[in-house]
């Protein structure tokens, strides 16, 4: 998050030196991909091999984020597909524990929640410094924050 202008929300900028997480989130993966398809691939391998929907594993929560609800609803579609059951995260639905459900969201909706696993897919612009989505980087760090274990930052 360097070089990142912060709104202090009081119509100035903050700084951010002195913020510090209490935790350590894992250092993602990065993969670079085509487009979303294959997108959805590099995810599934993601998954399985944390083990999401195994059977008898350790129970343990994960979320595949996109930047938009269209994308997120693409990407829920192609893991039904495979196999993989799928609940979202909406505006109008809580964030729940289901078991044995790889929770779906947007990255707006995705603040503030917990997942021992994350899927962030996002456009390539995301990771430019003056890309044309607004706040990237910042969107960016909030979806990647919400992993406790394992993290993957697929670029498509």
């Known amino acids: 998050m360097?070089?990142?202008?912060?709104?202090d929300l009081d119509g100035g900028h903050d700084e951010n030196r002195r913020y510090r997480s209490l935790s350590h989130e894992p250092a993602p993966e990065i993969h670079r991909v085509d487009d979303l398809e294959a997108a959805h691939e590099?995810?599934?391998?993601?998954?399985?091999?944390?083990?999401?929907?195994?059977?008898?594993?350790?129970?343990?929560?994960?979320?595949?984020?996109a930047q938009t609800?269209?994308?997120r609803d693409a990407l829920a579609q192609q893991l039904q597909a495979t196999g993989t059951r799928t609940t979202a995260i909406t505006a109008h639905s809580a964030h729940t524990s289901t078991a044995q459900a790889v929770?779906?969201?947007?990255?707006?909706?995705?603040?503030?929640?917990?997942?021992?696993?994350?899927?962030?897919?996002?456009?390539?612009?995301?990771?430019?410094?003056?890309?044309?989505?607004?706040?990237?980087?910042?969107?960016?760090?909030?979806?990647?924050?919400?992993?406790?274990?394992?993290?993957?930052?697929?670029?498509?």
């Open 103 to 156: 929770h779906v969201a947007t990255m707006h909706r995705a603040k503030g929640l917990e997942f021992d696993c994350v899927a962030v897919v996002a456009p390539k612009g995301f990771l430019d410094s003056a890309g044309t989505f607004g706040n990237e980087r910042q969107l960016l760090y909030v979806a990647m924050t919400r992993a406790k274990r394992g993290a993957v930052l697929v670029l498509y």
């Open 42 to 65: 590099v995810v599934r391998r993601f998954l399985a091999q944390w083990g999401a929907g195994q059977q008898g594993a350790e129970p343990m929560s994960f979320c595949v984020v």
């Open 69 to 71: 609800e269209k994308a």
């Open 2 to 7: 360097e070089d990142v202008e912060i709104d």
